[in-house]
């Protein structure tokens, strides 16, 4: 079983910018792959952020440019740095680890962007 810890998350003005941190409960990043998603009131879950076990990154259109994936292997943590936030990047944001046989999510963590 993987625990996932999201944290970070918070209010910011536009154009400002957060990093959420995921921290797994062991070691995982060699065989699972680590996303970011989001789900935004009355809308579906949606993926913002990949990165595989190879350290291969893709990333929604709507976050391409300003939206960063990376980990460090050391603290078993995966970030997600946003910068130039727009307020409709206001959402509910998931930590997720997943293989072929297993999903696992994290609580999630709000961010708000508004002025």
């Known amino acids: 079983q993987v625990q996932l810890v999201e944290s970070g998350g918070g209010w910011v003005q536009p154009g400002g910018s957060l990093r959420l941190s995921c921290a797994a409960s062991?070691?995982?990043?060699?065989?699972?792959?680590m996303g970011w998603s989001r789900q935004a009131p009355g809308k579906q879950r949606d993926l913002v952020a990949f990165?595989?076990?190879?350290?291969?990154?893709m990333y929604a259109d709507s976050v391409k440019g300003r939206f960063t994936i990376s980990r460090d292997n050391a603290k078993n943590t995966v970030y997600l740095q946003m910068n130039n936030l727009k307020p409709e990047d206001t959402a509910v944001y998931y930590c997720?680890?997943?293989?072929?046989?297993?999903?696992?999510w994290g609580q999630g963590t709000q961010v708000t962007v508004s002025s």
């Open positions: 997720n680890a997943h293989n072929t046989q297993d999903t696992y």
């Open positions: 990165l595989g076990t190879d350290s291969s990154t």
């Open positions: 062991t070691s995982i990043f060699n065989i699972y792959h």
